[in-house]
């Protein structure tokens, strides 16, 4: 499985920002996909993430109501859309896919996000 992440930028404080990622290489049917991200200083967190079956989706308290992710069943692509940012979004964002049968985790590389005025 390989991730590539994009989408990451500056932007000022109530901006939007829409990461996309794309997967490749998956086979199997019963995972999730999602987004994590790691502030300097601090430990990576999930953000939110949304399962290949039946499409339930989970979002940090800090990002619910902000923050919309959606996935291309056609494609394994997963977006998060990302609005009213704030500051403290500023973080490093990964993308993740894990198998829930636990037989795999992977991650695409980091994109920067930045809100600042």
């Known amino acids: 499985v390989q991730l590539q992440a994009s989408g990451g930028g500056s932007v000022q404080p109530g901006g939007s920002l829409r990461l996309s990622c794309a997967a490749t290489?998956?086979?199997?049917?019963?995972?999730?996909i999602g987004w994590f991200r790691q502030a300097p200083g601090k430990e990576r967190e999930g953000v939110s993430c949304i399962n290949s079956r039946d499409g339930s989706t989970f979002y940090a308290d800090s990002v619910r109501g902000r923050f919309t992710i959606s996935r291309d069943e056609a494609t394994n692509a997963v977006y998060l859309q990302m609005n009213s940012l704030k500051p403290e979004d500023t973080a490093v964002y990964y993308c993740n896919l894990r198998e829930l049968d636990g037989s795999g985790n992977y991650w695409g590389q980091g994109t920067q996000v930045t809100v600042s005025s």
């Open positions: 290489g998956v086979t199997a049917d019963n995972y999730a």
